[in-house]
T-cell receptor
Framework: GQNIDQPTEMTATEGAIVQINCTYQ??????LFWYQQHAGEAPTFLSY??LDGLEEKGRFSSFLSRSKGYSYLLLKELQMKDSASYLC??????????WGAGTKLIIKP | GAVVSQHPSRVICKSGTSVKIECRSL??????MFWYRQFPKQSLMLMAT?????????EQGVEKDKFLINHASLTLSTLTVTSAHPEDSSFYIC??????????????FGPGTRLTVT
């Protein structure tokens, strides 16, 4: 079956750095997405990786290793507004998005 | 970027009534739209995938006669929850996928509809 694993919850301190990991086993791979979702709101797009390596976009970076079935989202200079759930999703061979359960990130002052 | 709207944002209805939720892509044509349901503190659950002009494909366990989906145009899809019951209370989110663009398989999400059935 298809499976995406990410930690359920993480806690970090304002101003610090946090890395949220995602491992996947899917039927085919056509890219990996990271979305941010604040409580009571719809997800918003953060990043898309289809090739191995690191993609940097401001305070957020996303890394992909296709051979390892592994990705991480790196958040730097954490702000209180970064408290949210972070969803990892893989586009499979049928171009369907397979969603992880999400990682709830709690930022403490 | 691509914008998707959803209406209404919140709705409260009585048990046994039907509720229609609209999802519109405002500045692009969406050949495919997705309907998700999300219960509190849980991840997104895909309910169905709809392609313009054809019948929706429902995920296992989702009753197609209860959740009616119509994707009549490239910018509009509707989800009708028929004979709603309290257990249908949830956050319903639609997303749309365009026909072209940098990420032609990226899904653009609407703001969601909070349904409460009393």
């Amino acid at each position: 079956g298809q499976n995406i694993d990410q930690p359920t919850e993480m806690t970090a301190t304002e101003g610090a750095i946090v890395q949220i990991n995602c491992t996947y086993q899917t039927s085919g791979f056509n890219g990996l997405f990271w979305y941010q979702q604040h409580a009571g709101e719809a997800p918003t797009f953060l990043s898309y990786n289809v090739l191995d390596g690191l993609e940097e976009k401001g305070r957020f970076s996303s890394f992909l290793s296709r051979s390892k079935g592994y990705s991480y989202l790196l958040l730097k200079e954490l702000q209180m507004k970064d408290s949210a759930s972070y969803l990892c999703a893989v586009l499979d061979s049928n171009y369907q998005l397979i969603w992880g359960a999400g990682t709830k990130l709690i930022i403490k002052p | 970027g691509a914008v998707v709207s959803q209406h209404p944002s919140r709705v409260i209805c009585k048990s046994g009534t039907s509720v229609k939720i609209e999802c519109r892509s405002l500045d692009f044509q969406a050949t495919t739209m997705f309907w998700y349901r999300q219960f509190p503190k849980q991840s997104l659950m895909l309910m169905a995938t709809s392609n313009e002009g054809s019948k929706a494909t429902y995920e296992q366990g989702v009753e197609k006669d209860k959740f009616l989906i119509n994707h009549a145009s490239l910018t509009l899809s509707t989800l009708t929850v028929t004979s709603a019951h309290p257990e249908d209370s949830s956050f319903y989110i639609c997303s749309a996928r365009g026909t072209s663009g940098d990420f032609s398989y990226e899904q653009y999400f609407g703001p969601g509809t909070r349904l409460t059935v009393t």
